[in-house]
């Protein structure tokens, strides 16, 4: 049984998936197992993979053609793993050679700590980097940003496997249960990591951990490039989903978090309204009472009362001023931007309407 066992899902792969398993047989911390998890490729990605296990006998390949979606391929893969921690690979991004051990150290100074994410480069097709993978870190960054946008990024984290078992978590599923059944939803795909991710900081303790330690591939091919609207509307639509499953848990009122969310760094049209004042109370009353009182919840409140009025000038202003207090963060740098300037975009600002949302 090895310390880490690592799920590197795959299909038709073949330009990448050299570099990302090399990437991982390079790491500095050598107590690992790599489960590829190949969904039926038919370019070579699975002769690929078959002789790197050839060559090292830590990495195992299993064929899942049958798996519905992501999200039941790396639940086939949940069920195969026996190590104490679970690392994610993807099969188009490059571990950098310390991620396994600062992760091993994060999860072993901490034995409360659930899931381990980190920062992370952003690199082309080519391997130059185009931009930086920025996530919530501190204490509580992850469980306070969970209703606005997804909270780690899914191809830098690592997950302690008995606690996940302890707690049913699966990908795609509720495993809280606090909505009723009736209401309950599945996400096999598009956003099956928020979902899985955004329960488990509910329950649990997650972090990031403040350093860049992957390489995420963006190519044109990515989901989130392919199916911009489709992913967005998983992720809207999981982002109302936790924040009612957390009202009904803590038994305290809810707040619709649409105009607050900055899924892919853009905020959402709704109405074409631009003062969403009253929707910003809600939202400060119910994350003061449900949230822990920290300097991460500040921040969180500063910059969602920023964007909670859209007239330009007005955000540009409140915006000004969150920064000279808290600093100039990535992500929210990158969604006030968008906003104001929307010709420089890479993807249209999504207009909500009664059908759900459109480009």
Same mark, same amino acid.
């Given at each position: ?5 690592v799920l590197?899902p795959?299909?038709?792969? *073949?330009?990448?998936?050299?570099e990302a398993?090399?990437s *991982? ?13 190949d ?7 699975l002769?690929? /993979? ?7 006998p =830590?990495?195992? &390949? ?12 790396l ?8 190590? %104490?921690?679970?690392l994610?690979?993807? /099969?188009?991004? *490059?571990?950098?050679?310390?991620r ?9 100074d901490?034995?409360?700590?659930v899931? $381990?994410?980190?920062l992370?480069? +952003? ?8 931009g930086?993978?920025?996530m ?11 209703p ?8 830098? $984290? ?11 978590a ?12 009736e209401?309950r ?5 598009? /956003? ?6 955004g329960?488990l /900081?509910?329950v649990g303790?997650?972090t ?5 330690l992957?390489?995420? =591939?963006?190519?044109?091919?990515? &989901?989130?490039?392919?199916?911009? $609207?489709?992913?967005t509307? +998983? ?5 109302r989903?936790?924040?009612?499953s ?5 038994g ?16 959402i049209?709704i ?5 969403f ?6 939202? =400060? ?9 920290s300097?991460?919840l500040?921040r969180?409140?500063?910059?969602? %009362?920023a ?8 955000m540009?202003? =409140?915006?000004f ?8 963060h990535? $992500?929210?740098?990158?969604? +006030?931007?968008?906003?104001? *300037? ?18």
């Amino acid at each position: 049984m090895a310390t880490f066992d690592v799920l590197l899902p795959v299909k038709n792969g *073949i330009d990448y998936l050299g570099e990302a398993i090399d990437s *991982i047989c390079q790491q500095t911390f050598k107590d690992w197992r790599m489960l590829i998890l190949d969904h039926g490729s038919t370019d070579g990605s699975l002769e690929l /993979a078959q002789r790197y296990a050839e060559q090292d006998p =830590r990495i195992e &390949v299993h064929c899942l053609p049958w798996a519905n979606g992501l999200a039941g391929l790396l639940n086939a893969g949940l069920d195969l793993c026996n190590g %104490k921690y679970v690392l994610r690979q993807d /099969a188009d991004d *490059i571990s950098l050679p310390q991620r396994m051990q600062v992760l091993f150290n994060a999860l072993e100074d901490d034995e409360e700590l659930v899931l $381990v994410g980190s920062l992370g480069d +952003v690199v082309d097709a080519t391997g130059n980097k185009i931009g930086i993978l920025d996530m919530p870190t501190g204490q509580f960054g992850v469980l306070i940003s969970t209703p606005f946008r997804t909270p780690v990024a899914h191809p830098t $984290v690592a997950m302690r496997l008995e606690a996940i078992r302890k707690l049913g978590a699966r990908y795609g599923i509720d495993f809280i249960g606090a909505m009723p059944e009736e209401k309950r939803i599945q996400v096999p795909g598009l /956003a099956e990591d928020y979902f899985l991710f955004g329960q488990l /900081a509910l329950v649990g303790h997650c972090t990031n951990v403040a350093q860049s330690l992957i390489k995420y =591939r963006w190519h044109g091919n990515n &989901v989130g490039a392919t199916k911009y $609207v489709d992913q967005t509307q +998983v992720a809207l639509n999981i982002s109302r989903y936790l924040t009612e499953s957390l009202s009904i848990m803590l038994g305290i009122n809810s707040f619709d978090p649409a105009p607050f969310c900055n899924h892919g760094v853009n905020l959402i049209n709704i109405d074409g309204r631009s003062d969403f004042t009253q929707e910003y109370q809600d939202l =400060r009353a119910m994350m003061t009472k449900a949230m822990p009182h920290s300097a991460e919840l500040q921040r969180e409140l500063s910059f969602r %009362k920023a964007i909670s009025n859209r007239s330009r000038p007005v955000m540009a202003a =409140r915006y000004f001023a969150h920064t000279q207090r808290f600093g100039v963060h990535h $992500v929210e740098y990158r969604t +006030v931007r968008s906003w104001l *300037i929307n010709g420089l975009k890479k993807q249209p600002i999504l207009t909500l309407t009664h059908s759900g949302l459109t480009a």
